[in-house]
């Protein structure tokens, strides 16, 4: 069992009621690291009855009727031109666990005119994408407002939503405060929309 398995990990705890363990080294806690033990206790019930405190739409696989998708990845370099980022000392704990490669916008905490920020993202352990992973990674890339900003800030999640699109689980490949995810190959794997506070 790899290290993000057993962190998000859920075991029954009554009906409908599971227990988990907030590892630290995911301090604040993540609201994505959250969202991926959710997506762990929704997997165990079957999304049939209502199973934690989120809302969460749940459909079976199925062939896609109406094909067409407008939307394109941005264009960067290819991640294994990029250098791994050294994880800044300001970031929270959680990033340890993660392979950072910026391409997109300055770093952060370089005071910036913009908000802007992207790259490649991956988990540090070798493991496939699955629908845990994937919520996991739509809230562990730095805040775009960290570009702004010259000094560390708090940013906690207030509200993160996140929609699944793409086929998992899939094998790991290497995202705004609205942002999505992509595979490699260009595939939108999941949107997210994030309401932060900043203090």
Known sequence: MGHFERDTAVEPD???AFTCRIEPGWCGPNGGYIGAILSRALAAVGGERPAAMAMAVLADDREESLGFDRSEPPEVSPPEELEPTPRPKELPPFGGHFDYRFALGPPPFS???????G???RLSEDRSLDAA????LTDSWPPAVFTRSTSPLAVPTLD?????????PRQGDFLEEDGELW???GELLAQSRQLALAV
């Open 119 to 121: 790259g490649w993202l």
């Open 111 to 117: 005071g910036a005119e913009d908000a802007l920020t």
């Open 14 to 16: 009554g009906e409908l």
């Open 183 to 185: 595979s490699r190959d």
């Open 133 to 136: 992973l994937t919520v996991a």
């Open 160 to 168: 993160l939503t996140v929609h699944l699109r793409g086929a998992l």
